[in-house]
């Protein structure tokens, strides 16, 4: 149970630091400031937030679970097998969809 609240615990400050900065240059590329930079950032961020958020809450359920006395052997295959289908199925969608030249406006 410590192994799940320590993982928990670290993955939380993953998600709050990817995840507030994934927000923020996605803030300023709509806004138009430092496009080329915020764009960048935004784009490389997008997958690891994903990831982050992903091992937050398989965490904390394990940790809820483990808490209250239930170790379900299955529950860790799904979750792995989730996880793993979610970080294939970004990757299909990063590599093979072609990404527009103008996202935010008709060119």
Known sequence: ???YDQIRRISFVFFLIVGLTHFLSGLFFV????????GII???LFIPFV???LTYA???LK??????????K?????????GVAVFLGLLVVELFV???ICPLSQC
Do not use: I, Q
Request: proline share 2%; net charge negative; aromatic share 16%.
């Open 51 to 53: 990831l982050a958020t």
């Open 31 to 38: 806004n138009g400031y430092y496009v080329p930079e915020s």
């Open 58 to 60: 398989f965490s904390n």
């Open 63 to 72: 940790y809820h679970l483990a808490e209250f006395g239930k170790d379900a």
């Open 42 to 44: 935004n784009r490389v």
């Open 74 to 82: 299955w529950l860790n295959y799904t979750l792995v097998g989730t």
């Open 1 to 3: 149970m410590e192994l």
């Open 98 to 100: 072609v990404d527009s």
